[in-house]
Nanobody, 121 residues
Framework: QVQLVESGGGLVQAGGSLRLSCAAS????????MGWFRQAPGKERDFLAG?????IYADSVKGRFTISRDNAKNTVYLQMNSLKPEDTAVYYC?????????????????WGQGTQVTVSS
């Protein structure tokens, strides 16, 4: 399994931007499909974006969030623009042994500890 550590969360005003990073340890990072999810208090963990042999987004973030990866740095990023108060949540990255990114959280094998994003109005 790969170990994941997220960073880059924080407090931002509505309309602002943040870039989250997820650093992976272990070999063969490039062979993993990677995903970003978030979970607000009292809510389910929601898919946001994934990158593998494909790139996919949830409709709620399409056009505002961009996922990318740097295999040389074993890192996946989530650029978040035009943030809204409803984007407030703990954000998680996840790794899947599958070739293609999935919207289903149970298809991911490894998870980071999460990073808090708070968007003030």
């Amino acid at each position: 399994q790969v170990q994941l550590v997220e960073s880059g969360g924080g407090l931002v005003q509505a309309g602002g931007s943040l870039r989250l990073s997820c650093a992976a340890s272990g070999r063969s990072f490039s062979s993993y499909a990677m995903g970003w999810f978030r979970q607000a208090p009292g809510k389910e963990r929601d898919f946001l974006a994934g990158v593998g042999g494909n790139i996919i987004y949830a409709d709620s973030v399409k056009g505002r969030f961009t996922i990318s990866r740097d295999n040389a740095k074993n890192t996946v990023y989530l650029q978040m623009n035009s943030l809204k108060p409803e984007d407030t949540a703990v954000y998680y990255c996840a790794a899947s042994r599958g070739r293609f990114a999935s919207r289903r959280y149970h298809e991911y094998d490894s998870w980071g500890q999460g990073t808090q994003v708070t968007v003030s109005s």
